[in-house]
């Protein structure tokens, strides 16, 4: 280290040195010089030895049971599972091992020791479980659970993606969840948290439309009196929101939270003894965050100049409609905002999940699965402050790309979806899959844009709909008409939230000047 510049070193003098074979003495040195991969190594290492002390030590049948949640199912839990029940109760199993290794589970996840997957994979080995000794519980008998969660998806809305994580993360920590779904008109939630007489609500949503949902159901609870806190979720929701627009709206206490180890130390305070002071504390940022809005806030006003280049000239103008081969985009799709969801990038975890993903995709090739998509490039003309393409008003001056297009010029349009349920029946598996839906057909776009900018019209901006540079969800209905978008099987929900849920549609402008909005 001296050689690399160390020039001082923090010891704990109280600790006894570790036995380092040569191998382990590489690692360290590897992760103090900066060599490439060396995280990863010094993760490997630590697991490794946390299963070798595991090994090591005379395991009861208790402790086997804990250490498959924790570290992974064995060739040997079911037949511990079947010997538990002949020395306790179905109850007293669940209560008192399976309970207490899902606790010992969240307490490492808190402290980022374990990953989202891991916990996935444990929960289906928590559900295994539960299933062999559900028979031989009494009919009075019921496992008593921290707390009682009511999740929904608001109507309108069709993601649920990330609330099927976080519930996978509430039932690991001992929580009882209720999951209404997607498109979940407000009735039904009010009506079943009041018959299920639920502790927490979670409502997310994806689409920026599902933001006027929320307000809808704070609006309903408020007029019937309702107390039950509300936790707010989403891609489009976050904490300026939710102060300015959703918690005034309810007197029963409404929390935004980010992400699922958010949701989880959020609802862990709401049902213990420091809920009020929690409670306190959220209500207080909120009306920080009030002020300092109303501080800052400027007017601001959309430069609406024109920033115009000379009309490039398509090779074809129309429409097609093409199925695309999952051979073709795989070298487009990029994984590292997956990784970051699952929260595993640069961390041991990340090469378990390759290899998953690697067999999934491999099982999608084996089913001949194809991405759908249609585009077309079509004359345009500005009248009157509108943008016309095929008798169908694609912008007005308002709108942020109008400034990018000529009077007479060209747009372009594109709309794909696709959808893969092979693994749908395996919890941690499905997860996996839904996610590399969406990452296969943003390919897909890549793909199409690659193929229409080499073959028809030089592209350089593609924005989607429902994204800063194109707001308007009711786009998604015009566009998804002039391309004919039934042949895609792409169906609008009430809120312009797209099924499948993995589809997307936008524009494409040629205009080399044109830049996406921030």
């Known amino acids: 280290g001296k050689n690399r510049g160390l020039n001082f070193a923090i010891l704990n003098p109280n600790e006894n040195p570790p036995i380092l074979s040569l191998e382990d003495k590489k690692i360290l040195r590897d992760l103090l010089f900066g060599e490439e991969g060396s995280l990863e190594q010094i993760l490997n290492l630590h697991i490794q030895r946390k299963k070798e002390v595991v090994i090591k030590e005379e395991l009861t049948l208790e402790q086997r049971i804990e250490n498959a949640l924790i570290f992974g199912e064995t060739p040997e839990f079911i037949n511990d599972i079947n010997s538990a029940l002949k020395i306790y109760s179905p109850l007293d ?10 606790k010992k589970l969240g307490v490492l996840f808190e402290k980022g020791e374990v990953y989202l997957p891991q916990l996935i994979r444990s929960s289906e080995t928590m559900n295994k479980a539960v299933n062999i000794i559900t028979p031989h519980l009494k009919s009075d008998e019921k496992v008593k659970a921290k707390g009682k969660i009511l999740m929904a998806t608001v109507e309108g809305d069709v993601h649920d993606i990330g609330k099927n994580i976080v519930g996978t993360v509430l039932k690991c920590n001992g ?23 639920v502790d927490i609500i979670t409502l997310s949503g994806l689409i920026t439309p599902s933001l006027k949902e929320m307000e809808k159901v704070l609006k309903y609870f408020q007029e019937n009196s309702m107390k039950t806190p509300i936790l707010i979720a989403g891609a489009t929701t976050s904490p300026l929101h939710t102060a300015l627009r959703l918690e005034p709206l309810y007197s029963g206490k409404v929390l935004h ?55 490039i000239i398509p090779k074809e103008i129309g429409k097609k409609y093409l199925e695309i081969s999952l051979e073709d985009i795989e070298k487009y ?36 699965l194809k991405v759908r998509g249609s585009y077309g490039i079509f004359s345009s003309k500005k009248i009157d402050g509108k943008l016309i393409i095929e008798d169908n008003i694609i912008s007005t001056k308002e709108d942020f790309i109008y400034k990018f297009i000529n009077n007479d010029d060209y747009i372009g349009a594109f709309a794909l979806s696709y959808k893969s349920e092979i693994f749908k029946e395996k919890e941690y598996l499905k997860i996996l899959e839904e996610l590399l839906n969406n990452r296969i057909v943003e390919a897909g776009a890549e793909y199409l844009e690659d193929f229409v900018s080499k073959n028809i019209w030089k592209i350089n901006i593609r924005p989607a709909i429902g994204y800063p540079s194109l707001p308007n969800h009711q786009l998604k209905e015009t566009v998804l008409k002039i391309l004919d978008g039934d042949k895609l099987d792409i169906k609008l929900t009430s809120s312009y939230a797209m099924l499948p849920l993995s589809s997307v549609c936008g524009l494409y402008i040629s205009n080399p000047k044109s830049f996406y909005k921030k």
């Open 93 to 102: 199993i669940i209560q008192n091992i399976l309970m207490e290794g899902m």
């Open 175 to 197: 929580y009882e969840i209720i999951d209404l779904g997607v498109m979940v008109p407000k009735e039904t939630i009010l009506s079943t948290a009041k018959e299920q007489n």
């Open 257 to 311: 939270v980010s992400e699922a180890l958010d949701t989880l130390q959020s609802i862990n305070k709401l049902c213990s003894d420091e809920r009020e002071g929690f409670l306190s504390e959220k209500l207080q940022n909120f009306k920080t965050l009030r002020k300092l809005y109303e501080k800052n806030k400027k007017e601001n006003i959309e430069d609406t100049q024109e920033i115009l280049s000379p009309v």
């Open 333 to 368: 799709i990029n994984l590292d905002i997956l990784l970051h969801t699952l929260k595993v990038k640069n961390s041991n975890e990340e090469l378990k999940i390759k290899e998953d993903l690697s067999f999934i995709f491999n099982k999608m090739k084996e089913n001949n």
